[in-house]
Nanobody, 124 residues
Framework: QLQLVESGGRSVQPGGSLKLSCTASEFTFGDYAIGWFRQAPGMEREAVLCIRSLGGMHTYADSTQGRFFGSRDNDKKMAYLEMTVLKSEDTAVYYC?????????????????WGPGTQVTVSS
């Protein structure tokens, strides 16, 4: 059964950069699109971006356009979220999730497998 674990979350100053990792346990990792989501305090969880099996990326959060980038290494069974020019409003718990197939969506229900999340705090 596919399992995901995020890592790399920490406190960072505004304007800084951070790269999150998502490690998968399943050898068929390459069969799934990987979504990155985030949930800020008091807010609903939102889709950030999604990476298809061959690396095609879809950005869903307009505020992250041009600042956040997704990538993956199927051989290593890992996906990444590289965040640049971080802002205080990027503070959130970040989750990676695997879709049912190689299909990207902003809808949480299209992603049955989730990691536990990693905290990112942007503060001076």
């Amino acid at each position: 059964q596919l399992q995901l674990v995020e890592s790399g979350g920490r406190s960072v100053q505004p304007g800084g950069s951070l790269k999150l990792s998502c490690t998968a346990s399943e050898f068929t990792f390459g069969d799934y699109a990987i979504g990155w989501f985030r949930q800020a305090p008091g807010m609903e969880r939102e889709a950030v971006l999604c990476i298809r099996s061959l690396g095609g990326m879809h950005t869903y959060a307009d505020s992250t356009q041009g600042r956040f980038f997704g990538s993956r290494d199927n051989d290593k069974k890992m996906a990444y979220l590289e965040m640049t020019v971080l802002k205080s409003e990027d503070t959130a718990v970040y989750y990676c999730a695997a879709s049912r197939h190689d299909y990207c969506s902003r809808g949480e229900f299209d992603f049955p497998t989730w990691g536990p999340g990693t905290q990112v705090t942007v503060s001076s």
